[in-house]
């Protein structure tokens, strides 16, 4: 144990004079896998004025663009840690599968975004360093690696607060102020805005909330659960809805939300599919 702590130390040590320099990442991810070890590591800033940026993220060169693209693009706004800071204002370090609802692995965003890393279990903080920003660093097991088990998940835990100090102090100095002339991006805040309208022009009022659920994750049980509806009346909506959409399965729905962001202009509410379809 005490081995461990003077890596700790000398880790945090040489974190501390890197403070506002473009090493500070790497250096924050080694002292975090000196205490427990991880395969994969990713810390995205999220800020309502802009889209996503990528402080840091390992995966291979090859498949990095691609999955980051259409992360920023807007499937981000399906992400559970993002929907666990926003909508809930969670905090903290959590594991993937305790915030993301159930069937959200057999979801296209789950497949699409993770089907080159093979990630076997995930962990992350998310830090609010302002009102209107956060940081998540997502840490990763792959497929051959064990689950992160209690003891390290409680580690990481119990040091969020030197996490949060640090991550406050490099990137909290990035905060910027609301442009008073109106001219700020707004983009993050009319993606969400697009999100919670996809389809309504379309569908009716219980289609547009079983599609929302379907999109977010959730397995038809589990819609039938929160709406108070049978299994059998969630599907018939999915297919209700399916047919007015034009698509034929949940991988061409994700695909054509994401293709209805992409071709957002001078967005102003509603539903995106209006200007797409």
């Known amino acids: 144990m005490s081995n461990t702590l003077k890596d700790f130390s000398d880790k945090l040590a040489?974190?501390?004079?890197?403070?506002?320099?473009?090493?500070?990442p790497s250096l924050l991810l080694a002292m975090l896998k000196s205490l427990v070890p991880f395969d994969n590591a990713l810390i995205i800033h999220y800020d309502r004025n802009e889209t996503p940026s990528v402080h840091y993220n390992d995966i291979p060169p090859l498949e990095r663009e691609s999955q980051i693209d259409l992360f920023v693009n807007g499937a981000y706004l399906l992400d559970p840690f993002y929907r666990a800071a926003v909508d809930k204002k969670r905090s903290g370090l959590h594991r993937l599968s305790d915030l993301a609802p159930e069937g959200f692995e057999k979801t296209e965003y789950y497949r699409s975004y993770f089907k080159h890393t093979e990630i076997k279990d995930e962990i992350g903080y998310i830090i609010h360093i302002s009102p209107d920003q956060f940081l998540n660093i997502s840490l990763s097991r792959l497929s051959f690696a064990q689950r992160?088990?209690?003891?390290?998940?409680?580690?990481?835990?119990?040091?969020?607060?030197?996490?949060?100090?640090?991550?406050?102090?490099?990137?909290?100095?990035?905060?910027?102020?609301?442009?008073?002339?109106?001219?700020?991006?707004?983009?993050?805040?009319?993606?969400?805005?697009?999100?919670?309208?996809?389809?309504?022009?379309?569908?009716?009022?219980?289609?547009?909330?079983?599609?929302?659920l379907f999109l977010h994750g959730h397995s038809t049980k589990s819609i039938a659960e929160r709406l108070g509806i049978s299994p059998e009346t969630v599907k018939l909506h999915r297919k209700n809805s399916y047919a007015k959409l034009d698509v034929s399965s949940q991988a061409e729905l994700f695909y054509l939300f994401i293709d209805s962001l992409a071709s957002l202009s001078d967005y102003s509410g509603g539903d995106p599919l209006v200007g797409y379809l």
């Open 148 to 212: 992160f088990n209690r003891s390290q998940i409680s580690t990481l835990s119990d040091i969020g607060a030197v996490v949060e100090a640090i991550c406050k102090a490099q990137w909290g100095t990035e905060i910027k102020p609301q442009d008073s002339s109106g001219g700020s991006n707004q983009l993050p805040n009319q993606l969400d805005s697009a999100l919670k309208h996809f389809g309504t022009a379309y569908l009716t009022d219980r289609e547009s909330q079983v599609v929302q």
């Open 14 to 24: 040489a974190i501390m004079p890197e403070i506002g320099s473009d090493r500070l």
